[in-house]
Nanobody, 129 residues
Framework: EVQLVESGGGLVQAGGSLRLSCAVS????????IGWFRQAPGREREGISC????????YYADSVKGRFTVSRGNDKSTVYLQMNSLKPEDTAVYYC??????????????????????WGQGTQVTVSS
């Protein structure tokens, strides 16, 4: 059974850091592009980062570039999102998802809209000012 399970969310002060984990099972994460998305109350789901399957290429939305880093764990069963210099506007439910696709800006936009692929249940991140 394919599963993606996010963890690591919580409450943090502005300027702080969190590391989200996306634990995958039922497949090898390297065989898929893993995307990270977030959705704040009243807002559309936003694609913020991805790590590609073939070459491990990465992409970051402008809203998180320079502050967030996506990576695969050594055992390839976990994908991480290191979030530094957090801001109140980063408050959202964060999701990871898998799909057989490339990793890039346009792909993430369409992916967030279509909700294609397999998704985790999300983890809440709250950044206080």
């Amino acid at each position: 059974e394919v599963q993606l399970v996010e963890s690591g969310g919580g409450l943090v002060q502005a300027g702080g850091s969190l590391r989200l984990s996306c634990a995958v099972s039922g497949f090898t994460s390297e065989d898929y592009t893993i995307g990270w998305f977030r959705q704040a109350p009243g807002r559309e789901r936003e694609g913020i980062s991805c790590i590609g399957s073939s070459d491990g290429s990465t992409y970051y939305a402008d809203s998180v570039k320079g502050r967030f880093t996506v990576s695969r764990g050594n055992d390839k069963s976990t994908v991480y999102l290191q979030m530094n210099s957090l801001k109140p506007e980063d408050t959202a439910v964060y999701y990871c998802a898998r799909e057989r696709t490339a990793c890039g800006e346009q792909i993430l936009v369409l992916w967030a809209l279509s909700r294609l692929g397999d998704w985790g249940q999300g983890t809440q991140v709250t950044v206080s000012s």
